[in-house]
């Protein structure tokens, strides 16, 4: 039998994501202005896809409607990436506010598969609401990337394909997040775990938060996944070193996959592969 070909790596950027302070760390992208550019520079870098969270003239979280469809416009005036909106947002949103992400009519958007402790707070996915996000994306023609953040949620994630059928597009991709203080730990026997428990057909990738990142992102290329790396989930580039934007995340990635004679797929590749609908 030949061997099956493995397919070029797609790398999602998570720029900015909901936990992180700006006063903090200064080289978060948090104005249109400063996501745009990051944009334009992950793409360059070999990002496909971008998972977008917002803040506000604060620099804090927001999902208000207004800014998501300026955010996604922008970010389609500037670049051809795959806008995939968060859909998660911050721990303290309502679930009303996180179906309404959708009406900002992003290609894609992220779909979180449980409930989870998230430090000291809790990510609350309760499968009623998982439900009914899912049936809007259907609806609504936005394909889901099911984030999972534990192994159970795995048994979530079949159950909602059961009961709804397949997602807008056809095709089932996951996003592993490991090593958030709550969920599954950023190791190669979760990851081991998690990849082998997955429906059959779906195609996955992953992303280590913090000091998880490296070994999580070695162990997705040598797994066969695909990977996302971004100031969302790491803002330290080496022990001791801030990130200084995320387009060296990305370009560190991009090299790993080309070690790993998996070059980052282009957007075009990356719509085919997850059933993104082209623009008009
Ligand atoms: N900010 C986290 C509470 C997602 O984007 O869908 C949730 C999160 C997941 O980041
Ligand atoms: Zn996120």
């Not at 978060?28 to 990002?47: H, I």
Request: hydrophobic share 45%; net charge negative; with cysteine.
């Amino acid at each position: 039998m030949l061997p099956v070909m493995t397919p070029n790596t797609l790398i999602t950027v998570a720029p900015t994501g909901a936990e992180s302070e700006k006063a903090k760390v200064p080289a978060l992208p948090v104005t249109l202005d400063e996501l745009v550019t990051t944009a334009v520079e992950c793409r360059a870098a070999g990002a496909a896809v971008i998972h977008v969270h917002i803040r506000d003239g604060q620099a804090q979280p927001t999902l208000d409607l207004g800014r998501l469809k300026d955010t996604v416009r922008a970010l389609r005036d500037s670049t051809d990436l795959i806008v995939q909106l968060s859909t998660g947002g911050a721990v303290t949103d309502s679930f009303a506010d996180r179906l309404a992400v959708l009406d900002a009519e992003p290609d894609a958007c992220s779909l979180t598969c449980g409930t989870v402790n998230f430090g000291d707070e809790v990510f609350a996915n309760p499968y009623p609401f998982m439900r009914e996000l899912y049936a809007r994306t259907q609806a609504a023609g936005v394909v889901p990337e099911f984030e999972l953040f534990d192994l159970g949620q795995v048994a979530s994630l079949q159950r909602l394909l059961d009961e709804l059928g397949p997602p807008h597009g056809g095709h089932v991709h996951c996003d592993l997040v490991m090593g958030v203080p709550g969920g599954m730990p950023g190791t190669l026997a979760a990851l081991t775990a998690a990849v082998a428990a997955l429906p059959g057909g779906a195609t996955w990738s992953a992303t280590g938060i913090g000091r998880t990142s490296l070994p999580v992102l070695l162990g997705a290329l040598a797994a066969g996944g695909h990977l996302r790396v971004g100031m969302e989930d790491t803002t330290s580039f080496a022990r001791g070193r801030p990130v200084t934007g995320n387009a060296e995340l990305v370009e560190r990635a991009a090299a790993a996959a080309g070690l790993a004679q998996r070059p980052p797929m282009p957007p075009s590749e990356a719509r085919a592969f997850l059933g993104v609908s082209s623009r008009h």
